[in-house]
């Protein structure tokens, strides 16, 4: 019979899990995979930002490019995250997981 476990056992467990999938002196597969669902996750916030707040002549040419470029990046996104989960591996699916583990930088300045 198995043991039930509280929600915060279930929590505690996954983040050790995740420490052990992302030790940089031995890194995994999953680990250098979440890495790039992690810059995938903040390059699509950017690239919303960038679509949302473009000005001036080129808006509309800009608007419809930034839209093709979030919407392209999400289905790469959705694909890999899909193949981690298919491997036994738990992709990143927070922000905080996102911010912590991608190499793209964020910022409320680029606005």
């Known amino acids: 019979m198995t043991e039930k476990r509280t929600p915060e056992e279930l929590l505690e467990i996954e983040r050790i899990?995740?420490?052990?999938?992302?030790?940089?002196?031995?890194?995994?597969?999953?680990?250098?995979?979440?890495?790039?669902?992690?810059?995938?996750?903040?390059?699509?916030?950017?690239?919303?930002?960038?679509?949302?707040?473009?000005?001036?002549?080129?808006?509309?040419?800009?608007?419809?490019?930034?839209?093709?470029?979030?919407?392209?990046n999400n289905r790469y996104y959705d694909d890999i995250a899909e193949q981690l989960i298919a491997s036994g591996a738990k992709p990143a699916s927070t922000m905080e997981e996102d911010l912590k583990y991608s190499l793209v930088a964020e910022s409320a300045e680029d606005k």
């Open 17 to 72: 899990q995740n420490e052990k999938e992302h030790d940089h002196h031995h890194p995994t597969a999953a680990a250098m995979t979440n890495h790039i669902i992690s810059n995938q996750a903040v390059l699509h916030v950017k690239l919303h930002q960038y679509h949302w707040y473009i000005k001036g002549p080129h808006f509309f040419a800009l608007h419809e490019i930034l839209e093709e470029l979030y919407n392209d």
